[in-house]
């Protein structure tokens, strides 16, 4: 038993499957959903950043994981239980996310300067290029 264990071990790292992990994407979309309307957003890990074109405003920011030392009574803007981020448009216009998990399963709530509010989910699959943002119509329940 010993020399078919050391066999398989032997097998494992010259075929390099010791270290084998499967990495979670590093772009991608993400949906913005209001009461009628499902915008496609974007994101990439690497840089922490996250865009979403809503009605012709395009609202670039970044996002960020909440630190151990967070705490509800510390005063600032408030935080989902996993991160936040602050989107900004060219119009001086604001979108501030409270996000509930990270990328690439995101979940949250933003809401714009005019108090619309978008749940924020993860994007449709195969939808990850960097074509325009679609505006889709969701039919009424």
């Known amino acids: 038993m010993k020399n078919f264990a050391l066999r398989i071990s032997l097998f494992t790292a010259t075929c390099g499957l010791t270290g084998l992990a499967v990495s979670a994407p590093q ?9 009628s309307q499902t915008y496609q957003g974007h994101y990439v890990v690497k840089n922490q950043s ?42 001086a216009k604001v979108l501030q996310c409270q996000l509930d998990s990270g990328f690439p399963k995101v ?9 619309r509010t978008f749940d924020l989910k993860p994007g449709a699959a195969g939808l990850a290029s960097r074509a325009p943002s679609a505006k889709v119509k969701t039919p009424p329940s």
């Not at 772009?27 to 009461?35: C, L, Q, R, T």
């Not at 395009?58 to 009574?73: K, L, M």
């Open 27 to 35: 772009s991608g979309v993400a949906s913005f959903i209001n009461e």
């Open 50 to 91: 996250i865009w979403v074109d809503i009605d012709g405003l395009v609202y670039r920011g970044n996002y960020a994981a909440n630190s151990q030392e967070v705490n509800a009574a510390s005063g600032g803007p408030p935080a989902g239980s996993w991160g936040r981020a602050f989107l900004f448009a060219s119009s």
């Open 107 to 115: 979940s949250g709530r933003c809401q714009s300067a005019d108090g």
